[in-house]
């Protein structure tokens, strides 16, 4: 996709600057065409500030309608491919394209549930979550009161149009992106571990755990680029599994037959998707450590 | 069980010696007779030597034919309920009683192909092992030529009989039994981490992790009894499950939502089943460490 | 010395009782005296009570006076040989009869201020205590009012008795004593590190480090006794060192040159002279830690 | 200093080109005479292979004059100010301009010893040592064979020329700068240290410590500048304090009095001065780990 470039928006007529950028708010291009009057932007985030202004000094009537244009998760829209392409691109990063039949039920029940109470579809900003932490926003919002979910919907409306943008324009920092990072030193030789394969697997209540990168390190022992970067790190919960066997026989290490460690699991969970998260292994044949470090 | 006393024995009858200890070899009473004119016996230890010097000068045949009087590991024998008493409680110590179809054709096929082999049945201490680590013993073993397999077979035997004498006396201690505890520390408060649930679970490649114990540690952070004693701690893979989230919680601790830590596994092999396995967790919020203690 | 027996004593004569145990309250042998109408006790802790018991009832002069009856710490009596004999051996515990002209001087003028501003000496149980404690205790209690001074004092009073009885009597446990352990764990190759050197120094703020042990690990990795048990651990601080490189090397591992970790010294402060402080090394060639353990 | 720009050097007259570089080799500018003839060189370590190549071949006289040219280490010529620009400079680095008289001493008998056993000057490139490491070296080489001995000072030789050239141009990368940094962790509340004071020392077997750098960590646990950076890490013992008490003080968690952990030190040697040294302190109020990591 080619990227925005701010300048020539800045420039453009309101009607190219309108279509450019009217699916960051979804279905509703008015906020955009508000915008650009408050036109020249001397970075994106005062754009994004410009049009959350729109969306906050628009009636209570527009702002409903905002709410109610998003599609539900994972619900009949998607089913039937009529997701706007950044909805479709969204739910599909969480998961949510790749549901079980039972799964699918839960997730029909509760958009039913929620909507019944609290008269919108449930917003939620999937790129900051996995299936799991979804359900567990479900869980936990459903009892607020609807004046409460008005507001929080609305805040998460603000921080997909967020990531929109943010993914959009060229050269765009808006902070919204987080970092997950992992380093192996070998504490028996008192080196950085070179060439010890670890994957990285997204753990989920009910389901197996899913892949997400395989990976040797380096001569630093480190991967030459981060677990996940340049995007939100979802909240949830994850597994790092490193082949610490393999790598000691590989340095031709004496083991125990079978070793004391071979394949060491360390499970954390991600609260924060726009934090700094480095998970470190500090290993020998018969210890090792880790830690949140940064 | 009655346990045997070894002054008894000492002043039995030939007769009464050999009912008492006929059984310590597989269907061979003759060991047991044989051992009778070596009494007085100064303990257990002196005892099983005589037995195993009987079979040690015992001819060529005799020795083939105790190796033969073993039953197939799983094997038809075990179906039919024709073990012996011995037997049928060791084959059940390591799983081999809840063996899957497939497992169970396994092992058929891995006892038809020894068997033809080297002419006699896999002899192996089950004890000593879990089932994963009978079938790498099969897959070890098999490409042995058929003397050195005699000659492991009759070790084998010798180890069966050892733990069958330590179990069958009083006060026996052939150094026989392994021991596997842990400890947690709470690096957070610089104290023992007091009422934490831990689990032990034996790994294995195919099946579903086997609980063995499912624990809460006691003041001191430890267990009230080792997690594995009295016995061989037997080959294999196992992994110890910490309830990390939920002792911090109880200790009023403010943790993230979800917290970084929560169950944390450790996993780890045993290749000595007589060894002292010790497997300690220090542990805060955010970090933790294990090594192969004492 | 021969230990008391409480039996005895509690079939004794009053007067006999008193002479025994006249000494447990410095030069005030009224306390023995009343407490022994409360005979026959159970065990040394009802005694101590009892003898608590007698001073929190005495009236106010008699209190002042058994207050008054200790000496100065560091004082002029203890210069002029004329302490008690548990107080001079208690003097001696903290290093007092050892101190510089300059620390003299100090513990004088701390004396004399003291005593103008609450009319009795600084009593301190000294046994739970360094002299670096001892001064700081100096500097917080100076500062209190006259009646928190009487109250803290009296305390004192009753933890020097306790020590003065649990020493006195064969068997008595008050829970008066302390203990500080280590443990070696060579997380290289995996088991207790055995005939490391350590060593454990006092440390103070103006003055040399004090040896107090110097002892080589055994099989286990630990010492064969305690570092510091069967009495307080003096609140104070310590340093371990630990002589990593030399047990490496007669382990016939490869270190750099010279060896990244050498002496490794562990630095710690006691709070708790009753508490159990275990202080452990986990330690490779490369690497190490340390924790309060138990 | 003005840094010297390889390209002009290029194009410079041999004069120019030997003026500029007479020094590179002490008091022998016929080195950088004979290299001139070689230009062009595409980059410093051209220039520095140039000038190995002259000494190389030059002849056994030529090279003993060259190795004879060199000052004592702390010697006579240092007392009475007649060092060159750069020998002074270097040998200061090591701290031999602050011998007490008793070391003085010391190097006047090495220099006279080794002068009179191998016919030449003890050469060592000081950048590279400190003075504990300079004597160490002493005490290893003056029992060498005299023709190992001429190597091992040509070998020294080139390595202060490498060094000289390192600092003589604009940005020349010879590879022979190390560095040490560290970075604390607190594991505590899962976060980088941020505020903490640390020291570093050189440590030395008679002397006091003599003090690197004193800093406070940054926001994110490190320092802003490596502890030790942009020239050769000095082989030897060194001492890093961390003020851990203070740190957590002011994160407001409540420690013991005194605390557990007050100022930790880690000790450790640089054995490789052209090394990466990683020494960072993983830290909560009771327990900490430290290892080299990179």
């Known amino acids: 996709m080619t990227k925005l470039s701010l300048d020539k928006l800045n420039k453009a007529s309101p009607q190219e600057f309108a279509a450019a950028l009217g699916s960051v708010f979804e279905r509703s291009p008015w906020v955009a065409e508000r915008a650009a009057s408050k036109r020249p932007f001397s970075d994106v985030r005062a754009l ?15 702002q409903l309608a905002l709410l109610r244009a998003h599609p539900d ?5 998607a089913r039937a491919g009529k997701l706007t392409k950044d909805s479709a691109v969204e739910q599909t990063s969480a998961g949510l394209d790749r549901l079980s039949p039972r799964e699918y039920e839960s997730f029909q029940d509760f958009n039913a549930n929620y909507q019944k109470k609290h008269g919108i579809p449930f917003v939620v900003c999937v790129r900051r979550h996995t299936k799991g932490s979804i359900l567990k926003q479900f869980a936990k919002r459903i009892d607020n009161n609807p004046e409460q979910e008005f507001e929080t919907a609305l805040e998460e409306v603000f921080r997909i149009a967020a990531l929109r943008l ?6 765009a920092d808006l902070g919204l992106n987080g970092r997950l990072s992992t380093h192996v030193l070998d504490n ?10 670890l994957t990285l697997h997204e753990l989920s209540a009910d389901d197996e755990p899913r892949l997400i990168v395989r990976v040797q390190t380096n001569a630093d022992g480190r991967t030459d680029v981060p677990l996940i970067f340049g995007r939100p790190v979802p909240i949830g919960q994850y597994e790092l599994l490193f082949s610490v066997a393999d790598y000691f026989a590989d340095q031709q290490v004496a083991l125990a037959e079978p070793p004391f460690l071979d394949v060491v699991p360390v499970r954390f969970a991600i609260a924060e998707p726009e934090g700094q998260y480095h998970v470190p292994l500090l290993v020998t044949p018969w210890s ?5 470090g940064s």
């Open 48 to 62: 994004l500030e410009a049009m959350k202004g729109a969306v906050k000094s628009a009636t209570r009537d527009e």
């Open 166 to 171: 943010d993914q959009a324009f060229e050269g």
């Open 73 to 77: 998760l994972a619900g009949k829209a």
């Open 188 to 197: 028996h030789a008192g080196r950085p571990a070179r060439g010890m394969w």
């Open 288 to 292: 090792y450590a880790t830690y949140r």
